[in-house]
Each structure stands twice: as structure tokens, then as C-alpha cells.
Antibody, heavy 116, light 110 residues
């Protein structure tokens, strides 16, 4: 069974940093592209980053470019999101999602709250 | 990277059909086959309902269908059921290799 489990969320002050993790199981992690998608409270879905199977190609939404860094460790079956210079508008539930042109599998999300 | 345009809400009675539109541009919806649709119930993770414009993943009933014409994609649900009440989101690949979601549509089954 495919499972994606996010962790690392929490309360952080504006300007602070946080590192999210996504642990994958039930499939060959290194064979799939991965994404981070977020959802602010009561709002819609926002795609924020994509990484290829090997990690050699990465894309970001303009809203996080220069502040967030996506990475992966295929040996550990894990996806990461390093979030720096956090702002109040980054408050959201962060999902990892598997796929290139569509996201067939999602985790349950980890909540990030940016507030003083 | 503007969000794709979806109606905020649609509604229908059990057994009826509804269609949700998703309008973008030639740089996203109109230019690529990677248009997908997601269903999200409150407090749950999104679920893939349609991929590559019109393909259904295993387990999604055939009363759910997708199509595209020009820069607008559409999701049609026929034979509406109470459990179809949820939020629906479209997504597309873009010319800058990013991805974009629509703003979401709340489906109410009357």
C-alpha cells in the first residue's frame, strides 16, 4: 500500500525556518517525481514545488522561489522541504504528492503556522 | 502563475448531471494533456478523479468524466449522489514547467 507521511510542521515566528519531511513507503520512491502542495486554512490548493526522480531538476511557484528548497533522499525514501524566511501567508497544511502530470497519492498533510 | 478559473459553486439534485469548468490559457490548459481533477471532502486529502484530461484512475466510477476544448477543461458528474458533495479542483502543467491549480468549486447536492 502506498503511503506518504508528512512531518515537521508546527508554530514558527515570521522570518523563521522549518524543515518538512515526507516519508514514503509501499512503492519504489526513486522511480517517481514528487511535489509539495499546500492549502491555507479555508482556501484552495496551491502547488509549490516539484522534483524529478533523481533530484536533478526542480521547479518552484513564484510565491516560494528563493525561500523554499525541495530535496529528496532516495536511499531514505524521503522528500524534504526546507522553508526559510517564513511569512504569515505561508500558514497552511502542507501535503506531499506523488506524480508528474497528476497526483495519484497524497499524504495527510502537516500544519505550518507562522505567527508571532 | 495565476490560478485557473473555476466557478465558486455548483449544485444539482440527486440523479442529475453537473459540469464544472476550468479555464486557463494556451500556456497551461490549452497547451498540454496534463490536466487533472481532484475531489476533496472536508478534513481529507485530495483524491485524484481524472488525469490527462479524460482518464479515470482505477476505482473512479464511469459517471465521472473529463474533457477539454481550447483553454477550458470540464469535469462532468452524472447521476449525482450525496457522496459527490465536496470541493473539486482542476490542475494543469504549464509552459514554465510549473503546475497550477484552479481556485476550487464547491459542489452541493440538493
Amino acid at each position: 500500500e502506498v503511503q506518504l507521511v508528512e512531518s515537521g510542521g508546527g508554530l514558527v515566528q515570521p522570518g523563521g525556518s522549518l524543515r518538512l519531511s515526507c516519508a514514503a513507503s509501499g512503492f519504489t520512491f526513486s522511480s517517481y517525481e514528487m511535489n509539495w502542495v499546500r492549502q491555507a486554512p479555508g482556501k484552495g490548493l496551491e502547488w509549490i514545488s516539484y522534483i524529478t526522480r533523481s533530484g536533478d531538476t526542480i521547479y518552484y511557484a513564484d510565491s516560494v522561489k528563493g525561500r523554499f528548497i525541495i530535496s529528496r533522499d532516495n536511499a531514505k525514501n524521503s522528500l524534504y522541504l526546507q522553508m526559510n524566511s517564513l511569512r504569515a501567508e505561508d500558514t497552511a497544511l502542507y501535503y506531499c504528492a506523488r506524480g508528474y502530470g497528476a497526483y495519484a497519492y497524497w499524504g495527510q498533510g502537516t500544519l505550518v503556522t507562522v505567527s508571532s | 502563475q495565476s490560478a485557473l478559473t473555476q466557478p465558486a459553486s455548483v449544485s444539482g439534485s440527486p440523479g442529475q448531471s453537473i459540469t464544472i469548468s476550468c479555464t486557463g490559457s494556451s500556456s497551461d490548459v490549452g497547451g498540454y494533456k496534463y490536466v487533472s481533477w481532484y475531489q476533496q471532502h472536508p478534513g481529507k486529502a485530495p483524491k485524484l478523479m481524472i488525469y490527462e484530461v479524460s482518464n479515470r484512475p482505477s476505482g473512479v466510477p464511469d459517471r465521472i468524466s473529463g474533457s477539454k476544448s481550447g483553454n477550458t477543461a470540464s469535469l462532468t458528474i452524472s447521476g449525482l449522489q450525496a457522496e459527490d458533495e465536496a470541493d473539486y479542483y482542476c490542475s494543469s502543467y504549464t509552459s514554465t514547467n510549473t503546475r497550477v491549480f484552479g481556485g476550487g468549486t464547491k459542489l452541493t447536492v440538493l
